[in-house]
């Protein structure tokens, strides 16, 4: 099984059928070595930088009805809010001073957000921090819109695949919902020149090995510059509150395999990954990750932006998060670098 691995560390691809032997044949053993080869592969790359992104989590109105999504519309028991414009900046401001030079606005898909709001509050980020890009997570919108924000000064876009295969994507969403629709969101934002980021959960209700399989190969075809992956847990509220939550063990080695896949990748080790283990993100980024992604949303809207049950740090300044996270990478001899931390491949945009 390590002739696989090393196949993948020396050709960053496998067979479908390679990729399935090394995820369904794992062990402790086995992991050790991927993550080894991973964390060499990172550090040729990045050195021990971990980037951080400051996270601002600025509406949960959302649209969509995901499944497993504590913010879904038909979770009455969300209270929902929207950040005015004059208290993104002020989160902004808070994370400058902490040494964030990316903020990345997350929320629902919130249609109180037209194209027109969504361009002032990037214009007026670029204007007061334009030493700084702006990623968006925002959701599926027309190309002409992407367009329009990333001349408005956006430089990256997360918007998660969720999982490449059309019948477990079927499962996890409501029939309104496709996968064509979000694949080609990821083509689109990339034409137009987003660093973008697509991902999956671990371990979703359903999932199997060859779905995860044909997770990689989609990122491998897709060729994005960050990979957001992290367990899926669930949420109460939801019609997945039942299901078992992904594992830590699979979500670290799937890390390590896409590091070695996409050598130059940004990996985050995920807020998910915290909750599930109390040194998740450390070994995230043992694992081969190079990213941390701490909150920047005010104290008073932490709590309601659950997309899952236990998150962590919903009770903590933005201050205490940065500081808590810095100690932590610190313990693995990693160290939080205060830079954009831009995708190698790309030349930054003039502001
Ligand atoms: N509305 C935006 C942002 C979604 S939230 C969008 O559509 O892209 C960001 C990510 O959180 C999602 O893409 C999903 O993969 C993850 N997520 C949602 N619910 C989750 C859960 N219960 N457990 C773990 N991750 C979850």
């Known amino acids: 099984m390590k002739q696989l691995i090393d196949k993948l560390y020396h050709t960053t691809g496998l067979e479908p059928d390679e990729y399935k032997t090394l995820i369904d044949s794992r062990n402790e053993d086995l992991y050790e070595y991927l993550a080894w080869r991973a964390r060499e592969v990172r ?50 401001r808070t ?57 408005a000064g956006a430089d990256r876009y997360l918007l998660r695949h969720e999982t490449a295969d059309e019948s477990h994507y079927a499962m996890l969403h409501p ?52 990979v957001g992956i992290g367990p899926f847990i669930p949420h109460h509220a939801t019609p997945f509150a039942g299901k078992e939550a992904g594992t830590l063990e699979l979500t670290l080695y799937l890390l390590a395999i896409i590091r070695l896949m ?16 109390p040194r998740g993100r450390e070994r995230g980024i043992l694992a081969g990750a190079n990213i941390v992604m701490p909150n920047l949303s005010p104290k008073s809207v932490r709590e309601k932006y659950l997309l899952y049950d236990n998150k962590i740090c919903t009770g903590d300044e933005a201050a205490e998060c940065r500081y808590c996270l810095e100690k932590r990478m610190e313990s693995i001899g990693c160290r939080i670098a205060v830079s954009r931390g831009d995708h190698k491949a790309c030349i930054q945009k003039t502001a």
Not at 132 to 141: D, F
Request: glycine share 10%; with cysteine; aromatic share 12%.
């Open 43 to 92: 550090t040729r790359h990045y050195g021990h930088d971990v980037y951080i992104r400051g996270l601002i989590e600025f509406t949960n109105y959302c649209r969509n009805d995901c499944y497993y999504c504590g913010i879904r519309k038909s979770n009455r028991s969300a209270q929902r809010y929207r950040l005015t414009d004059e208290q993104i900046l002020e989160c902004c």
């Open 175 to 226: 029939e309104k919902m496709s996968l064509k629709n979000r694949k080609q969101c990821l083509y689109d934002l990339k034409q137009i020149g987003y660093q973008v980021g697509c991902g999956f959960m671990v371990g979703s209700p359903y999932q199997t090995t060859d779905h995860i399989v044909g997770d990689l190969l989609f990122i491998k075809e897709l060729e994005p510059h960050m």
């Open 262 to 277: 996409l050598p130059e990748v940004l990996l985050p080790a995920t807020t998910a990954l915290g909750t599930i283990d």
């Open 95 to 151: 994370g400058y001073e902490l040494g964030f030079r990316t903020f990345v606005l997350q929320g629902g898909e919130d249609g109180y957000y037209t194209d027109e709001k969504v361009i002032g509050i990037i214009r007026s980020i670029k204007k007061e921090f334009p030493d700084c890009a702006v990623t968006l997570s925002i959701g599926e919108r027309s190309y002409e819109s992407y367009k329009a924000f990333y001349d």
